[in-house]
């Protein structure tokens, strides 16, 4: 038991012979006793607060930049984009409020203690049942703000409930009084765009991208490139994202709108696009085909091992293929290998000089291989059913291997493919049916890249 809870537990224990005269009172204790069950059983949700852009990042609406003009024109940007929003007077009003960060553990009880606020406004505060439903469910990690007179007389409390909703108990004329406050949450476009130097990371991250953002899109592109083994110096990408502001403030990063890769010279594009047919969200071509394919583009996620990747790096594995049918990954022991698709594993031990291996086949036609395993996932054994992006090992050196690695083989009716160029059947495209109304509506967004690459060109001028 932890103290917070023992506190509230003897405090439970003694009050309760008088609650048999005070209903009221009762309910306020029996609550109570709830909120610490209801703050040590919630888990901590951190809140994730996106960092200001950079510099790089030219803000749409960011009306001191020269680009502005042409941009917002040729993008036609809603109206409320380009209205500064002022700052609410809620938070002003606020600010000052003293600012707790819920523990694990805490009860409200504890956190009153914190803020010299006085044992006896529990009472009043779980009388105010629209704000106690709230409160019952408030995470470690979350914040409230509270206002007490020097007699730690409660005042006032202030509490997000969600993006959109903040809970205010506020003393009026001596009784407290709860109300929901609704905030404005718009989304407003944004773009970013960079070339790749050293690594997809950096380039991003000068461009003002999170890592989170980052791999979004090498989400959206990963079934084409290969970010582990294809990605060039010289390599460029734009991005349509949205921004989330809450009143005035932005407070996270939204969904990618619309991006280009343009990989070694070659340009690849996607709209994010809701289907009619089936109502899933997916990224498309510009005319109409899934993103989406059969296949993973890379077995190893990028992200493992881009830390040490260099565009360098990884070039002279490619003249490889030909000589022994597969593309190796460079990686440390003990990155996690994936399936690059759906599929039955038909083989899993060893196998002469590939050591440790997998095979999967995918449908009647398609099989691939991974080999020099240190060691297989353990659930994953031989007649397995996997899914596309499942772990099914991790990288070794087993077999004839030199150092730790993951060769990667994919053949199609028997014959060995090089997996980094074979093409792969794609997912569902938008059907016949839908196809004017696809086009009429990306178009802006397509639209969009073209402006931000002319842009791009000419500010590189
Ligand atoms: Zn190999």
Not at 373 to 389: D, I, N, W, Y
Request: proline share 3%; aromatic share 8%.
């Amino acid at each position: 038991m932890n103290y917070d809870t023992f506190i509230n537990k003897d405090l439970r224990k003694r009050s309760l012979p008088s609650s048999n005269h005070h209903p009221r009172l009762r309910w306020g204790l029996f609550a109570l006793g709830c909120i610490v069950i209801g703050a040590v059983l919630a888990h901590t949700s951190e809140p994730s607060i996106e960092t200001p852009a950079q510099t790089e990042l030219l803000e749409l609406n960011s009306s001191n930049n020269k680009s502005f003009t042409r941009l917002s024109q040729s993008l036609e940007l809603p109206e409320d984009t380009l209205t500064p929003i002022t700052i609410s007077h809620i938070e002003d009003k606020y600010a000052n409020w003293d600012s707790v960060t819920i523990r694990s553990g805490d009860s409200l009880s504890s956190v009153f203690t914190r803020s010299n606020i006085s044992a006896s406004q529990l009472i009043e505060v779980t009388q105010q049942k629209n704000a106690i439903k709230h409160l019952l469910k408030i995470h470690p990690g979350e914040t409230i703000k509270l206002s007490a007179d020097e007699k730690g007389i409660l005042t006032g409390l202030y509490y997000d409930i969600d993006i959109s909703q903040s809970l205010l108990v506020e003393r009026i004329n001596g009784e407290l009084q709860t109300t929901t406050i609704e905030h404005n949450i718009s989304t407003r476009p944004h773009y970013a765009s960079g070339v790749i130097n050293d690594s997809l990371f950096m380039a991003a991250q000068d461009a003002g991208l999170d890592d989170n953002m980052t791999m979004e899109l090498a989400g959206i592109f990963g079934w084409d490139i290969d970010f582990v083994l294809d990605i060039r110096k010289g390599d460029s990408f734009t991005l349509v994202y949205e921004q989330i502001y809450k009143n005035a403030d932005k407070i996270k990063n939204g969904n990618i709108l619309s991006a280009e890769f343009i990989n070694q010279g070659k340009s690849y594009r996607a709209v994010r696009y809701e289907d009619p047919s089936t109502h899933k969200t997916g990224y498309y071509t510009e005319d109409g085909k899934n993103m989406r394919k059969a296949f993973l583009r890379s077995p190893v996620k990028f992200s493992h091992i881009s830390s040490k990747f260099t565009t360098k790096r990884f070039h002279p594995v490619l003249h490889k293929f030909r000589s022994h049918k597969g593309v190796d990954y460079a990686a440390s022991r003990g990155t996690p290998i994936r399936s690059s698709g759906e599929g039955k594993v038909i083989f899993r031990g060893k196998k002469g000089g590939y050591g440790n291996v997998i095979i999967i086949k995918h449908g009647s036609r398609y099989s691939t291989l991974y080999a020099h395993l240190a060691r297989f996932e353990r659930k994953v054994r031989s007649g397995s059913r996997v899914k596309q992006g499942q772990v099914i090992g991790y990288v070794g050196s087993s077999g004839l291997a030199t150092g730790p690695h993951l060769h990667y083989e994919f053949r199609v009716n028997g014959v060995h493919r090089n997996p980094l160029t074979v093409s792969f059947p794609s997912a569902k495209a938008i059907s016949k049916l839908h196809m004017t109304s696809f086009k009429e509506e990306t178009a802006d967004l397509f639209g969009q890249l073209d402006v931000l690459n002319r842009n791009q060109l000419a500010l590189n001028q």
